[in-house]
């Protein structure tokens, strides 16, 4: 089962409209008309009894080359969680309640636990 269509997106105060591209068994993909920012959802069943759930936004742009300064060069990023859970044990809603504790964590004080991570803290 498929999200709404389209979803939307806001980076750094720009909001992206995301209409569906493809849909497959296990997951769906939407794309802005620019093609610079996607979203990704997909499930993966693994032979080991595991699920793993991914939610992934992949973001590319044009920006000045560092070693050739007069040309520009296209680049990208990407952000994601995974959910890996046995197929057993876990409910739903204790998922969640995991998931809660990890953006509590992340978002506390201003993201500052993310802004750590960027500047290469651990």
Do not use: C, W
């Not at 909001?15 to 959802?41: F, M, Q």
């Not at 952000?79 to 978002?107: N, Q």
């Amino acid at each position: 089962m498929a999200l709404s269509d389209p979803q939307s997106i806001t980076i750094s105060g720009t909001a992206y409209s995301l209409p569906r591209v493809s849909t497959g068994e296990n997951s769906s993909s939407y794309l802005d008309g620019t093609g610079n920012v996607r979203l990704t959802l997909s499930s993966q069943y693994t032979n080991n009894s595991r699920i793993r759930r991914n939610l992934r936004v992949d973001h590319t742009k044009i920006t000045a080359d560092p070693f050739v300064p007069a040309q520009n060069r296209e680049v990208s990023m990407s952000e994601y969680i995974v959910f890996d859970v046995p197929r057993v044990g876990y409910t739903a809603a204790e998922i969640k309640a995991v998931h809660d504790g990890f953006e509590t964590l992340i978002t506390a004080s201003s993201d500052v636990i993310i802004t750590k991570l960027l500047g290469g803290e651990s």
